[in-house]
Nanobody
Framework: QVQLVESGGGLVQAGGSLRLSCAAS????????MGWFRQAPGKEREFVAA????????YYVDSVKGRFTISRDNAKNTVYLQMNSLKPEDTAVYYC?????????????????WGQGTQVTVSS
C-alpha cells in the first residue's frame, strides 16, 4: 500500500512558477514509476509527466515540454513537478500517482495509487 500526499499548489500569475511535491509512504517508493496528471473543470484527466524508478528517464506531454520538469528523490520518498512559464490553460487539479508496472506511463489506468490532488490556478 502506498499513500500519496501532494502539496505546493496555489494561485500564480501567468508566467510565474510553482513547485509541486508528492510525498509517498512506505518503503517501496523506488520501485514505482511516478506520474503527474491534471484535470481541469469539465475535462478528462490528462497525463502531464512521468519519471522512471531511478529518475533516469522522464516523459512529458507536448504542451508542457520545456516548461515543466519532473524529478524524484528516492531517499525522501518524494516526487516533484517544477512548473515554469505557467499559462492560464495549466489551471487544473494536479494529481500524483504511482505505477508498479511502469508501462503505458501516460495512461491513468496504469497507475495503482493516487493522491488527493492539489489545485493550481494561473491567472491571466
Amino acid at each position: 500500500q502506498v499513500q500519496l500526499v501532494e502539496s505546493g499548489g496555489g494561485l500564480v500569475q501567468a508566467g510565474g512558477s510553482l513547485r509541486l511535491s508528492c510525498a509517498a509512504s512506505g518503503r517501496t517508493f523506488s520501485r514505482y514509476y511516478m506520474g503527474w496528471f491534471r484535470q481541469a473543470p469539465g475535462k478528462e484527466r490528462e497525463f502531464v509527466a512521468a519519471i522512471s524508478r531511478s529518475g533516469g528517464s522522464q516523459y512529458y506531454v507536448d504542451s508542457v515540454k520545456g516548461r515543466f520538469t519532473i524529478s524524484r528523490d528516492n531517499a525522501k520518498n518524494t516526487v516533484y513537478l517544477q512548473m515554469n512559464s505557467l499559462k492560464p490553460e495549466d489551471t487544473a487539479v494536479y494529481y500524483c500517482a504511482a505505477s508498479w508496472s511502469g508501462s503505458l506511463y501516460d495512461r491513468s489506468g496504469a497507475y495503482d495509487y493516487w493522491g488527493q490532488g492539489t489545485q493550481v490556478t494561473v491567472s491571466s
